[in-house]
């Protein structure tokens, strides 16, 4: 007995470990040997590939392509219609199924609409990743990126608040009182 919702028209390959309380939405379609945790939320029109793993309550919206070698740990956000990659010179002729590299998204981090994650890059714990970045190098932990190629611009609390940091490397989140010290170009809560 499952204790999973799956609309009438997605597609659940063989071999899937769906956690409890998961939704899959219209016509998405889960691979053969995916995990998804408890409590996720995968959108209209996703597909997952084989292999990938997803942790607990991660949300994936509408239109969203999720290649093997992909893993998310806890309470990642993925935007409508972002995407990652799995080759970095992919050719119609040429099979490069050898070649995928990976890319892990850390506790909690939030990628925006249309954003793309070029493969072989991980994306650090609460980092933010803004609508139509493309990220072409590792995020660290809490960073804040825009643009293509992907700068980043500041930090973000795990709330989802910018990080205003005084002399003394220290910033709290505006909306929860959390602390935070920088330290070495590093975030950290404390």
């Known amino acids: 007995m499952k204790n999973y919702f799956a609309h009438e028209s997605a597609c659940i390959d063989e071999g899937c470990e769906i956690g409890e309380g998961t939704k899959i939405w219209h016509f998405s379609h889960i691979m053969p040997n995916c995990k998804l945790g408890k409590g996720c939320n995968i959108g209209q029109n996703v597909v997952i590939s084989p292999q990938v793993t997803l942790g607990d309550n991660v949300k994936v919206q509408n239109n969203v392509s999720i290649y093997t070698g992909v893993t998310c740990d806890d309470d990642v956000f993925l935007g409508p219609s972002m995407v ?65 190629p992907a700068r980043q611009i500041g930090w973000m609390s795990e ?32």
């Open 84 to 148: 990652f990659t799995n080759v970095i010179n992919p050719r119609s002729a040429v099979n490069r199924k050898a070649e995928y590299a990976k890319t892990h998204v850390g506790k909690g981090a939030s990628i925006g609409a249309n954003a793309t994650i070029v493969c072989g890059h991980d994306i650090g714990k609460y980092a933010f990743i803004g609508a139509g970045a493309v990220i072409t190098k590792n995020v660290p932990d809490y960073a804040l990126m825009v643009g293509n």
């Open 159 to 190: 709330y989802g608040s910018k990080l205003f940091f005084d002399e003394q490397g220290k910033a709290e989140c505006t909306e929860t009182g959390a602390q935070y010290q920088f330290t070495n170009n590093q975030v950290f809560k404390l």
